[in-house]
T-cell receptor
Framework: GEDVEQSLFLSVREGDSSVINCTYT??????LYWYKQEPGAGLQLLTY?????DMKQDQRLTVLLNKKDKHLSLRIADTQTGDSAIYFC?????????FGAGTRLTVKP | EAGVAQSPRYKIIEKRQSVAFWCNPI?????LYWYQQILGQGPKLLIQ????????DSQLPKDRFSAERLKGVDSTLKIQPAKLEDSAVYLC????????????FGPGTRLTVT
């Protein structure tokens, strides 16, 4: 199974906030990432957070890190139909990057 | 700035045949990665190069998969012979250095083995 776990599906209405959750297992991970993958495309880095931080905000994106519980979340404010995609959480330590299975976000108009 | 280029975009082969994928990383990026992404799963690292040397190939099925990056730029990934379970998207990524450097992904090659 995956070391990094995510729920597989999330559906929201346009304009609502989306929260995608992730748990990881390696407390030594130094970086944690959120990637977005649209159909037929490669992965696009959305944002990342260092393991010594607990929050990072970038425009509509807010990343929260609970290191004690090894829990990472991505909040998308004012979700738009263009945000529909698969979102991958990933952890990195040294040269090793491990991805979750991805959360498919569907935004309904 | 040109992104990571991969070809072909799609490939359909029969089991036991051979196939090769090509990747051209972003200019100046020393580190190159090959990932396998099976449908419904996250990408899994197959091999990582730093310039033309292998940093990590622990997840590469070496009995059938091989990869090279001879001049430290382009890379090829080969499967010989292919099995049904090799059906996946093969993603190439590159980064300036190692560690936490941002990885830039190509569009991938979708392989279907019948």
């Amino acid at each position: 199974g995956e070391d990094v776990e995510q729920s597989l599906f999330l559906s929201v209405r346009e304009g609502d906030s989306s929260v995608i959750n992730c748990t990881y297992t390696d407390s030594s991970s130094t970086y944690l990432y959120w990637y977005k993958q649209e159909p037929g495309a490669g992965l696009q880095l959305l944002t990342y957070i260092f393991s010594n931080m607990d929050m990072k905000q970038d425009q509509r994106l807010t990343v929260l890190l609970n290191k004690k519980d090894k829990h990472l979340s991505l909040r998308i404010a004012d979700t738009q139909t263009g945000d529909s995609a698969i979102y991958f959480c990933a952890e990195s330590m040294d040269n090793d990057m491990r991805f979750g299975a991805g959360t498919r976000l569907t935004v309904k108009p | 700035e040109a992104g990571v280029a991969q070809s072909p975009r799609y490939k359909i082969i029969e089991k036991r045949q051979s196939v090769a994928f090509w990747c051209n990383p972003i200019s100046g990026h020393a580190t190159l990665y090959w990932y396998q992404q099976i449908l419904g799963q996250g990408p899994k690292l197959l091999i990582q190069f730093q310039n033309n040397g292998v940093v990590d190939d622990s997840q590469l099925p070496k009995d059938r998969f091989s990869a090279e990056r001879l001049k430290g730029v382009d890379s090829t990934l080969k499967i010989q012979p292919a099995k049904l379970e090799d059906s996946a998207v093969y993603l190439c990524a590159s980064s300036l250095g190692q560690g936490g450097d941002e990885q830039y992904f190509g569009p991938g090659t979708r392989l279907t083995v019948t």
